[in-house]
């Protein structure tokens, strides 16, 4: 069972002698029962909501960025990546170099994604023994043939 959200709210009278609820944090509850009902909060200056916004803009983790990849990788992972890693940084000095490296990237980007995953390893294992249930691609798409072959033309350099 949830408990309904506290809600605050400041009766004004009107002049008729009837109230309405107000935030407490609204102008008219702030000047009291006896101000205008047309009483706005500014859009810009002071007591205008721009004021709140904080000085530091707020960072947005890159999740292919190798320190994060790192950080979120499990020990056991982290060898095989650093290793890779190097190899394509090496190799990024030319553009082809770069595109792998931003494609290795992504797959460890994925790795950190699917490790995260309870279970991971015992599916891994059960895979590599043979006893996972698995179905072959063509049964599990039955259109696997084009899906393959228009993913192998796309892939190919075009002159």
Request: overall charge positive; glycine content about 4%; cysteine-free.
């Amino acid at each position: 069972m949830s408990a309904a959200p506290l809600r605050a709210e400041v009766h004004v009278r009107r002049a008729a002698g009837s109230t309405r609820r107000v935030s407490p944090l609204s102008p008219v509850a702030a000047a009291g029962p006896s101000s205008s009902r047309r009483m706005r909060r500014p859009t810009s200056g002071p007591g205008s909501n721009l004021n709140r916004m904080p000085a530091e803009p707020v960072q947005v983790e890159d999740p292919n960025d190798p320190e994060v990849i790192v950080r979120d990788l499990p020990e056991q992972e982290r060898a095989e990546f650093l290793r890779q890693y190097h190899e394509a940084a090496d190799a990024s000095r030319d553009p082809v170099g770069y595109r792998q490296l931003q494609r290795l990237l992504h797959a460890w980007r994925l790795t950190v994604i699917a490790t995260s995953r309870a279970g991971y390893y015992e599916e891994l294992a059960a895979v590599r023994s043979g006893r996972a249930q698995t179905r072959p691609a063509e049964e599990a798409f039955p259109d696997w043939q084009e899906l393959l072959a228009a993913a192998r033309a796309q892939s190919q350099p075009s002159r």
